[in-house]
């Protein structure tokens, strides 16, 4: 069966350092892969998405995610955390190939301290 | 990418009583996606729709609990039928954009549903 995991359910980093929110996969063929974010009272925001390519994306708010194929991951990473970074984040898997049905993980609180 | 509106933003509504959502978008879009986000939960498809056709329903949801329409390209009702407090929820619309391979679900605010 197709699933997302998203292993911590919060994360706390403080202002200016590096933070990663981890995801691993699991789903047959090859995968499309994607970030969003809900703020509090908020719809969901497109981050960055992984199709094909190189392994390491570049999407919003000056976020990454790196694709690694054989550990079935998709971490998302920031270099340098905000305050206004805490949100929930959720990873999503598309099997892809016109298969449309977003699967998404549990989500993961992100808490920036400053 | 797509501007989408949802209406209502919320409503608290009393058990028994339906409810319908309407999802706008600004541009045509031939894939509309309809998503319930339980109270700290994630994100699960309710059903697709496709203009002119009948919506697909994920298992564990029926028409008759969450009929949907979808008259044209800009525009989708979702309606929760005979609510009990289970169905308070945020229900959100999305639509696809993009065009194969690249394509992205876009979403909207939100409808958040209180049932008492």
């Known amino acids: 069966a197709q699933s997302v995991a998203q292993p911590e359910d919060q994360v706390n980093v403080a202002e200016g350092n590096p933070l990663t929110v981890k995801c691993t996969y699991s789903v047959s063929g090859n995968p499309y892969l994607f970030w969003y974010v809900q703020y509090p009272n908020r719809g969901l925001q497109f981050l960055l998405k992984y199709i094909t390519g190189d392994n390491l994306v570049k999407g919003s708010y000056g976020f990454e995610a790196e694709f690694n194929k054989s550990q079935t991951s998709f971490h998302l990473k920031k270099p340098s955390a905000l305050v206004s970074d805490s949100a929930l984040y959720f990873c999503?898997?598309?099997?892809?190939?016109?298969?449309?049905?977003?699967?998404f993980g549990a989500g993961t609180r992100l808490a920036v301290h400053p | 990418s797509a501007v989408i509106s949802q209406k209502p933003s919320r409503d608290i509504c009393q058990r028994g009583t339906s409810l319908t959502i309407q999802c706008q978008v600004d541009?045509?879009?031939?894939?509309m996606f309809w998503y319930r986000q339980q109270p700290g939960q994630s994100l699960t498809l309710i059903a697709t729709?496709?203009?002119?056709?009948?919506?697909?329903?994920e298992s564990g949801f029926v028409i008759d609990k969450f009929p949907i329409s979808r008259p044209n390209l800009t525009f989708s009702t979702l309606t929760v039928s005979n609510m009990s407090p289970e169905d308070s929820s945020i229900y959100l619309c999305s639509v696809e954009q993009g065009g194969q391979p690249q394509e992205t679900q876009y979403f909207g605010p939100g409808t958040r549903l209180l049932v008492l």
């Open positions: 541009s045509q879009v031939t894939m």
């Open positions: 729709a496709n203009q002119g056709s009948e919506a697909t329903y």
């Open positions: 999503a898997v598309n099997r892809g190939g016109g298969y449309n049905k977003l699967i």
